[in-house]
């Protein structure tokens, strides 16, 4: 009832408007017809009055006027005052003719009335907007014009113009009085100059330097930067010129991303925070197709195992923000499980959700884990990860990651879940390691579940690594360059595709909801559009410059078991065609299929079998698989696949 009370009022205060918008335009109209009700058979004034008012409330409410808010109008609200007082002008003119020939209706007034109503509807709507964002204060006479908080940081905004007067008007409209923006560094070179609510653009990105050479003449250099769009997508930044702000005690800010915006509804006041190293060393960010991740997750029940992992907690967290029916967190880390709930419970304290303490090895509890959530979609993020961790335990890698993985397959067909998709990495690709080898076999299993034809669609996706997951270079090197270094790299010619921990998660689900709404029942393998190679010597350099240091030198210190100076995205006997935007599709011509009783016999080895029996068993498999051939015969009994299931 009261959103029904200001809706009426609004539709009401409009129509007085136009009554005083056509009293003005009647009475300095060059004749003057006698007030009155009705003489001589024509309609008085106060008729007119009357009939141009309920007329132009009739289309305040066609036009839905009552339903935006005079503290955010807008220039579309302006065209639609325009068009509503235009066809009110029309309609009273048609009425009046009809009824008395418009004979007590200068002709004048049916030109001014409609552009008075225009502008007085639009003007007491702007005056509304104006004392909403406070711009009434600083047009007080009285008012210094460096009128600010004393203890506010100064603070040099870089992004576009347009982003830059979207921030100052909401932070001019919270009264934001933390920080003082002494200037804008633009990315239009034509807008230098020109000053966006009061505050000059003084340089261009691709001369930062000499802008932040300016404010310090001024006596105006910033203590915070604050960059508008992702620093990936704007051109200039250098990781020496960062480097040396952060060394000089500037912060590096940036605004909420979508996911965070999700995070922090209903807040008035959303917290700006540091940026990370990874956000400045990740290549251009990618444009989603959101509605389609939205329509993937959305009223669905998810489950995440490995929810305490790096792209596991990032899943969850977007499945959330997304707005998925139920969540179920799986993870057999108590840590990590602990964390990932924490944050979704503070985050998003409305999302039915559930944490499950499991190990996927534990078949038995896994299926109990699934019956209870009946998931729809299930991501199978659980995995061993470490290179070097599992090259020396190849019995614990395949129990986990090949048949943990058949466990998770199996669990999700007897609950009865829509899609699981597996979380692969491009190691799966001619792997010269343990774990890529228990990845491999974990795409294989995939397949291999697909080709019962059970309910349960599957599919896996294939990516490189990943900036700032747990174990990956660039914490590694964060915590080499804060001791003082030496920075270790294993080979100065060494390569690694990245991305950065949301672009991952994000790409999986652009993946997912790629062939969720498809009719074909057949198991698929996507990788992602990874972007060019990334040298790790160059990855390095970067961040000590980044640092701010100049002390740390960098040590080369060979290969690792395992590792490969480069990584592919696709083995021998594959071949990739478009799937979605930045989404690729894995064809094999190799039919080599496994089986539950391969699955069986591995399980057997991990048992009963040592580590060198199972790490030369694995990569039989893993050559049959690849539809390599094996002249040699070893010694333990051979684990064939068949062709074709």
């Not at 261009?204 to 992702?230: K, S, V």
Request: proline letters at 4%.
């Amino acid at each position: 009832m009261e959103r029904i009370a200001v809706r009426a009022q609004i539709v009401a205060f409009d129509m007085l408007l136009a009554a005083l918008a056509f009293s003005i335009a009647f009475f300095v109209a060059p004749t003057q017809p006698e007030l009155g009700f009705g003489q001589a058979g024509a309609l008085g004034f106060f008729q007119l009055v009357a009939l141009y008012a309920g007329i132009a409330g009739a289309f305040s409410l066609i036009f839905r006027r009552e339903l935006s808010p005079w503290r955010y109008v807008s220039i579309p609200d302006a065209l639609v005052l325009g068009r509503s007082a235009v066809l009110t002008v029309g309609v009273f003119l048609i009425a009046v003719f009809v009824l008395d020939r418009a004979e007590g209706v200068p002709r004048t007034t049916l030109v001014m009335a409609p552009l008075l109503q225009m502008t007085v509807a639009m003007g007491v709507r702007i005056l509304r907007r104006a004392l909403h964002e406070h711009v009434l204060i600083d047009l007080a006479p009285l008012k210094a014009g460096g009128d600010r908080n004393a203890k506010a940081q100064s603070l040099l905004l870089i992004g576009p113009s347009s982003l830059a007067d979207t921030y100052l008007r909401d932070a001019a409209r919270r009264r934001d009085q933390a920080y003082n923006p002494v200037g804008i560094v633009g990315t239009d070179r034509r807008d230098i100059g020109a000053k966006v609510r009061g505050v000059c653009i003084i340089e261009g990105i691709d001369r930062l330097e000499e802008a932040l050479a300016d404010l310090r003449r001024w006596n105006r250099f910033p203590r915070a930067i604050l960059f508008l769009e992702e620093p990936a997508r704007l051109g200039g930044l250098s990781a020496d010129l960062l480097g040396r702000l952060r060394a000089d005690g500037v912060r590096l800010l940036r605004l909420p991303s979508i996911v965070e915006l999700a995070q922090h509804e209903g807040l008035s006041v959303l917290p700006m925070r540091d940026i990370n190293i990874e956000e400045l060393l990740a290549r251009d960010p990618i444009e989603l197709d959101r509605r389609a991740v939205g329509r993937l997750l959305r009223g669905r029940r998810v489950m995440v195992t490995g929810a305490g992992g790096s792209i596991g907690a990032e899943l969850a967290r977007q499945a959330a923000a997304f707005g998925c029916e139920h969540l179920t967190l799986l993870d057999f880390s108590e840590t990590g499980l602990f964390e990932i709930e924490r944050e979704i419970v503070e985050s998003f304290p409305s999302q039915p959700r559930e944490a499950v303490l499991c190990d996927v090895r534990d078949a038995k509890a896994l299926t109990a884990a699934f019956q209870r959530a009946r998931p729809d979609l299930v991501f199978h993020a659980a995995a061993l990860k470490h290179v070097s961790m599992v090259e020396r335990h190849p019995v614990e890698g395949v129990r986990t990651n090949v048949l943990g993985t058949w466990n998770v397959a199996e669990a999700a067909k007897a609950s009865g879940a829509g899609q699981m998709v597996l979380i692969s990495t491009d190691k799966a690709v001619d792997p010269t390691n343990v774990m890529g080898a228990t990845k491999r076999l974990a795409e294989a299993v995939i397949q291999a579940q697909q080709a019962a034809e059970d309910g349960t669609r599957f599919s896996a996706v294939r990516f490189g690594n990943v900036l700032g997951s747990s174990g990956s270079v660039v914490p590694i090197f964060k915590s080499q360059i804060e001791r003082g270094g030496p920075v270790r790299v294993t080979n100065a010619d060494m390569t690694r595709y990245f991305m950065t921990i949301p672009e991952a998660s994000q790409l999986v689900l652009h993946a997912t909801a790629a062939c969720d709404g498809d009719s074909r029942r057949d198991s698929r393998l996507f990788v992602l559009d990874m972007g060019e190679p990334v040298r790790i010597m160059d990855l390095a350099r970067q961040m000590i410059a980044l640092s701010g240091r100049k002390d740390v030198e960098i040590e080369v210190v060979g290969l690792r078991p395992g590792e490969k100076l480069s990584e592919a995205l696709v083995d021998d006997t594959e071949t990739l065609i478009p799937a979605a935007p930045k989404v690729q599709e894995v064809v094999s011509s190799s039919a080599a299929r496994i089986s539950p009783g391969h699955i069986a016999a591995l399980e057997t080895l991990t048992r009963t079998a040592d580590a060198e029996t199972v790490h030369q068993a694995l990569f039989e498999l893993v050559a049959q698989v690849r539809g390599e051939a094996k002249n040699e015969q070893p010694a333990t009994p051979t684990l064939r696949v068949i062709q074709g299931g």
